[in-house]
């Protein structure tokens, strides 16, 4: 029987990579083919959290694959049929504004545009400073979606940082089975005290 192939986007959100290679990582363990896609800034920025190319080697390492990091090696993800899942774990509120407004220029957002096509599960895993704010209405545009489904999420600092919504990452694997199945796992907003 064919692997179930899971193409896995990673955008900014840099401090929330090692989460989201960790749970690409448990997918593999799981059976899954994984095919890590990198958006430009996450595939060239070094930052505090580590460095592109240990974001490179990492993600190579655990899956077996070089990373999809242009737009040309983006573009036949669709045509191909070469996922049964597209995930965006993390997926920033500059990666959800140009996913809900049709803006396709990265390699991640472009992939997902893609896999669409297809009428296949895209995954949302959200990490962004402003989910509560200006990307509060890309959330609301693409809970519409046909085909789009959120990793569980919530405040992950009430106090601090009121705004900001992160998903529970470790979600991801029974967001992937919902998905499947045509379902939103539920419940989709979490209490901040269950957050990783």
Known sequence: MKKLTIGFALTGSFCTFERAIGQMEELVRRGYEVLPVLSFHAGELDTRFMTAHEVRERVQHITGHEPIDTLTAAEPIGPKRMCDVYVVAP?????????????????????????????KPLVLAVSTNDGLGAAAQNIGRLLQWRNVYFVPFGQDDPIKKPRSLVADFEQIPRTIAAALAGIQLQPMLIPSKLMN
Do not use: C
């Open 91 to 119: 997926i920033t509120g500059n990666s959800l504004s140009k996913l809900a407004n049709g803006q396709f220029d990265t390699p991640a957002m472009l992939g997902a545009k893609s896999h669409l096509r297809n009428e």
